[in-house]
């Protein structure tokens, strides 16, 4: 597989519990943010987002929240799966042309 | 994965030859990028287009070329390849003129 994985901050969690992974992001002025998830392999798949007018945003089983006083996002997943073992990373709007800044990411390690 | 395939998957080919890595999209989107990913640094964006003939550079464009002379196709050329180059490649495509981004399967290129 990819070995995206190294080098990350990672979380190990047990199968059912909720998990929360964080994010700080750098440009006061971003006012779009987005989570992705990154399989083993695979390409970045669009979780979530949540723009800056807003400081909650529920999807199915995930929630982001975002603090817009201390640039900080975060992503909490209910009743982690297995199948949500992964690399997480948030991403900020980043000027023109729709470009993003992309976070190092979090690898997410949930034990049976 | 909004109609986004890239070609090959993977590759391996010797220091200094040219190589050329495809983005094909089904969907008709106007702005385009690539990426490349690497351990420790996440995803960083090295060219983009904002449509047919219309590209520019970003973070990490040096010895990168970009061509995108269809709408659906999006070519990312290494003049001459160095082992530096050896990565992973996505390309994404924004829906809709916006920051909402969406990723192929990536390509992996190995630089011997």
């Known amino acids: 597989g990819e070995s995206v994985g190294l080098h990350l901050p990672t979380l190990s969690v047990q199968e059912g519990d909720n998990s929360i992974i964080n994010c700080a992001y750098s440009?006061?002025?971003?006012?779009?943010f987005i989570w992705y998830k990154q399989e083993s392999g695979k390409g970045p798949q669009f979780i979530i987002d949540?723009?800056?007018?807003?400081d909650k945003r529920q999807g199915q089983r995930v929630t982001v929240l975002l603090n817009k006083t201390v640039k900080h996002l975060s992503l909490q997943i209910a009743a982690t799966q297995p199948g949500d073992s992964a690399v997480y990373f948030c991403a900020e709007s980043g000027g023109s042309n729709y470009k993003l800044t992309f976070g190092k990411g979090t690898l997410l390690t949930v034990n049976p | 994965d909004a109609g986004i395939t890239q070609s090959p998957r993977h590759k391996v080919t010797e220091t200094g030859t040219p190589v050329t890595l495809r983005c094909h999209q089904t969907e008709n989107h106007r702005y385009m990028y690539w990426y490349r990913q690497d351990p420790g640094h996440g995803l960083r964006l090295i060219h983009y287009?904002?449509?047919?003939?219309?590209?520019d550079k970003g973070e990490v464009s040096d010895g990168y070329s970009v061509s995108r002379s269809k709408t659906e196709d999006f070519l990312l050329t290494l003049e001459s390849a160095t082992s530096s180059q050896t990565s992973v490649y996505f390309c994404?495509?924004?829906?809709?003129?916006?920051?909402?981004?969406?990723f192929g399967p990536g390509t992996r290129l190995t630089v011997t």
């Open positions: 949540i723009r800056s007018n807003m």
């Open positions: 994404a495509i924004s829906v809709g003129d916006s920051y909402e981004q969406y």
């Open positions: 287009s904002y449509g047919v003939k219309d590209t």
């Open positions: 440009n006061s002025a971003s006012d779009y």
